[in-house]
């Protein structure tokens, strides 16, 4: 039977109307009363599920500290936060490419020529890895925003970021120079209440699978 009410940590932004709409398919609705509201906790019609909103990099927390038994956020912003969270599910939504960028002028550059390299980026570990694994010492400029500006001030030499359309790369004249990986949004749950809650779980990613389908 169930009988718990799940809590899923929703990120605000770019993947609010994706998640909304895909849940939405899935049967779970939440009134436009309450989303039009500045209410940060909201309840599906149904009263099954909780709905917390929180800033996209926080959804990984949420989950991992059990205050939300799950989540829905980026592969990207998943694979920086490092979290130790289940990820049973690609929502496929939210497609984007996680990338190393720069200004024209630098495309094909030998990194040897620089001692060390500045990477400004919303991703300091996932830059680090990378760069690391390719032998390359960097100095990691870390940013929350408006990343592009970093090379055309000269504030670093690359960029690590978020390219979805590509339009703001062009727009500052900058190329990506490698796609460091592929990210789409995820469901995440949280350890525990994957198998305290195991039934609500396994009904919720039931319906999500069942909304997925073509
Ligand atoms: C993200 C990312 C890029 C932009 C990429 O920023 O950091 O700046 O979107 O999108 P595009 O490829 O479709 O142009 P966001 O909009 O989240 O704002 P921010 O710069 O304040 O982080």
Redo the contacts with the bound molecule.
């Keep these: 039977m169930l009988n718990d009410r799940l809590t899923i940590a929703l990120s605000k ?2 993947m609010q109307d994706g998640a909304l709409a895909l849940f939405a398919r899935a049967g779970v609705i939440i009134p436009e009363s309450e989303l039009n509201s500045r209410k940060l906790i909201v309840n599906s019609a149904d009263g099954r599920y909780s709905f917390v909103l929180v800033k996209p990099g926080d959804a990984p927390t949420y989950v991992q500290y059990g205050v939300a038994d799950a989540g829905v956020c980026g592969r990207d912003v998943l694979m920086e936060s490092r979290a130790d969270v289940h990820e049973p599910l690609d929502l496929k939504f939210g497609r ?1 490419k996680i990338a190393v960028a720069g200004k024209r002028e630098v495309l094909g550059q030998d990194y040897n020529l620089l001692a060390t390299v500045r990477v400004g980026t ?1 991703y300091p570990r996932i830059a680090t890895d990378y760069f690391h694994a390719k032998g390359v010492p960097i100095e990691v400029i870390p940013l ?5 500006l970093a090379p055309l001030l000269g504030l670093s030499d690359r960029i690590v ?9 062009k727009e500052n004249g900058l190329e990506v120079i490698d796609v460091i990986t592929e990210s789409t949004a995820r469901l995440i749950v949280n350890r525990a209440s994957f198998h305290l809650k195991r039934i609500e779980v396994g009904a919720l990613i039931a319906r999500l699978t069942e909304a997925l389908k073509p």
């Design positions: 932004g770019r984007c919303k929350s925003g408006s990343v592009e970021d978020l390219v979805e359309t590509g339009q703001t790369l």
